[in-house]
């Protein structure tokens, strides 16, 4: 590092910092870029819209569909846990990198302090400190 090397503030505090990572673009486009989606659960997600248009086409009740996609659902753990990146946490679906659809190893590091800075709500008061 030279002395004209300029070192960034941390980007905590900014509404697009979760974790470490920058969700700035998920902000911007919530959804857009496929490669922030865990694709193991966007997988999921298919195959659950799959059965239930099946089903429905079958015409089978409420009822019958909970326990048999609860049957299926069981082999998604499995699946997650394969995958290099998986965490285990205390989420629903067990992976501690899940955030809703998206997988926070995909998103971008945050580099600190840029010009898509925002402070978030709260946080002034923190800030000032
Ligand atoms: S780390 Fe977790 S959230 Fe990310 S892709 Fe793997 S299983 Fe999905
Ligand atoms: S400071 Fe910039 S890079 Fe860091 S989270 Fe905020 S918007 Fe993203």
Redesign the pocket.
Known sequence: MNEHTLIRLPGLGCEHYRQSRCFYAEHLNPGYEERHR????VRWADRLEDFYLRAEAMGLEEERLKPLWEARSRDMLPE?RR?R???SGSHLLG?A??HELL????LPVCQGRCSHYRLAKGEDQHDAT
């Open positions: 865990c694709p193991i659960v997650m995958c990146w998986f965490v992976c990198n899940l997988c926070l190893q995909a």
